[in-house]
């Protein structure tokens, strides 16, 4: 079978640039002659196996950089968004679509928020409200749909905050973590205190007093106190995240802090090298996992799809959250899945399943059309609400790997590898089973077959 070439020159050119040498000096360095640099950073040659190895060995490079990042994600964006019937048939190919990709990221997200405002304007001009006089807004992306974007581009790592709470995290060791979060804001006159309230967690500026709601789990409040932390302590590294992601509306930038306070929250509560040494060490068990760091489970899933340090990477996961609709509400992959932009998730996956069976983890052995396998895990996530009266929320939550990685899951143990996968898609509006017995929507991309006198499990054929 023929090795595919890598052609990698953004990330190259990205490389080079983080390490802060010139063309020249780091053509020195790979031992090749500046030509040959200057034609792999364009993708006019593909990486060769000699330079991987010399980035390796000089710089300590990941390698798994180099064919990891934006490429596949844009690459499966571009091609949900090119079913739009605006487009008209046929799509683009897919060696296109991947050229584009890896050439020209920045044309291609260009492309991805062109054709995002066009759906977005499209939606409001079929709304009733809209044209009855509702106030109009430009065609930006939802402030919502810009924070997800980022952490989603961003491969939901992001170093420095990472970093800065592994230190406060180190910086605590030997005590217990509320604790330490405790002594750090009295420190700076700060009264903590857990009472009965509606709110989750309420901060008065004026008293300086922090509130954490005792109707919710340990884990939470663990976690709400750590999120405070990093409003308080950690504000000019947030804004400085925040100054570079450049976002469009202040809305955005409100909605990011947070996200970024939450992603803080998450790493002291699991700092990155002791949680990556325990989830080798249980095989990735969430159950362990969370109680040896005194999580919930989706807080344990969630950090496990986190662990994609350069030179440090965890097991690739992919990681979903969806409610009772089958809306996604979390998304997250490091692995070749990429969920869909719009609508829900694919029917036939098991994490829409796990709301009937609560408190149990199912396994699945699923293959997507483009012939890759995975082991994926869902469960279900109930949070109540304290009292009887009270409304509870209810989530499913989906974790999963490349069968290539299922030796380290403790999941995988007692399950034959080698029998039938069930077939899963992204969604109904992009994938190309003819033949599911779920499928909701037709194919944009596909013409139909109408036979008044035939009628199979769909009411229409889909000819190859």
């Known amino acids: 079978m023929a090795t595919q070439k890598l052609y990698a020159g953004t990330k190259l050119r990205e490389v080079r640039g983080r390490i802060g040498l010139s063309q020249k000096a780091f053509a020195e360095k790979l031992g090749i002659s500046l030509p040959y640099l200057n034609q792999m950073e364009h993708n006019h040659r593909p990486v060769s196996a000699a330079v991987v190895l010399r980035l390796a060995q000089e710089f300590g490079l990941d390698v798994t950089e180099l064919t990891t990042g934006d490429s596949e994600r844009l690459v499966s964006d571009m091609r949900e968004a090119l079913v739009d019937p605006v487009f008209g048939p046929g799509g683009a190919p897919q060696a296109d679509l991947r050229l584009v990709a890896s050439n020209a990221p920045g044309l291609a997200r260009a492309f991805l928020n062109l054709h995002r405002a066009y759906r977005q304007a499209s939606e409001r ?50 005590r217990d973590l509320v604790q330490a979060a405790v002594s750090v804001l009295e420190a700076r006159g700060i009264s903590v205190q857990v009472s009965e309230m509606p709110l989750v967690r309420a901060y008065d500026a004026a008293t300086r007093r922090l509130t954490i709601s005792a109707r919710v789990p340990e884990a939470t409040r663990r976690f709400q106190l750590l999120h405070q932390i990093a409003l308080l302590t950690q504000d000019d590294l947030l804004e400085a995240t925040l100054d570079l992601a450049r976002f469009q509306t202040v809305e955005a930038r409100g ?18 090298a002791p949680f990556l040494i325990a989830a080798r060490e249980e095989r990735h068990d969430l159950e362990r996992l969370a109680d040896r760091f005194g999580a ?32 996604i509400t979390k998304r997250h992959s490091a692995t070749r899945l990429q969920f869909a932009r719009f609508g829900g998730a694919c029917p036939l996956w098991n994490v829409h399943r796990a709301f009937e069976t609560p408190g149990r983890f199912l396994r699945q052995l699923a293959q997507t059309p483009d012939g890759v396998r995975y082991l994926s895990l869902a469960r279900d996530v109930t949070k109540p609400g304290g009292s009887f009266t009270a409304p509870v929320r209810r989530y499913a939550i989906g974790l999963g790997c490349e069968i290539a990685h299922a030796s380290s899951l403790v999941y995988a143990d007692d399950l034959d590898l080698t029998r039938r ?30 036979d008044p006198d035939r009628r199979g499990v769909l009411p229409y054929g889909i000819p190859d």
């Open 255 to 272: 909605i990011a802090k947070i996200g970024l306070a939450n992603y803080f929250a998450g790493a002291a509560q699991m700092p990155y």
């Open 125 to 174: 001009l079929a709304s009733l409200d809209e044209a009855l006089g509702r106030e109009d807004r430009s065609a930006a992306p939802s402030p919502w749909d810009e924070v997800r974007d980022f952490f989603h581009y961003c491969d939901n790592y992001i170093d420095a905050v990472d970093r800065s709470a592994e230190r406060f995290a180190r910086e605590a060791a030997g």
């Open 296 to 327: 919930s489970i989706e807080q344990v899933a969630h950090r496990l799809s986190t662990l994609q340090r350069p030179g440090s990477k965890g097991v690739p996961f992919f990681f979903v959250r969806v409610d009772q609709a089958g809306t």
């Open 421 to 450: 996968f069930e077939p899963i898609g992204i969604s109904c509006r992009i994938c190309e089973r003819p033949d599911c017995h779920q499928r909701s929507v037709p194919p944009l991309e596909r013409r139909l077959a109408v």
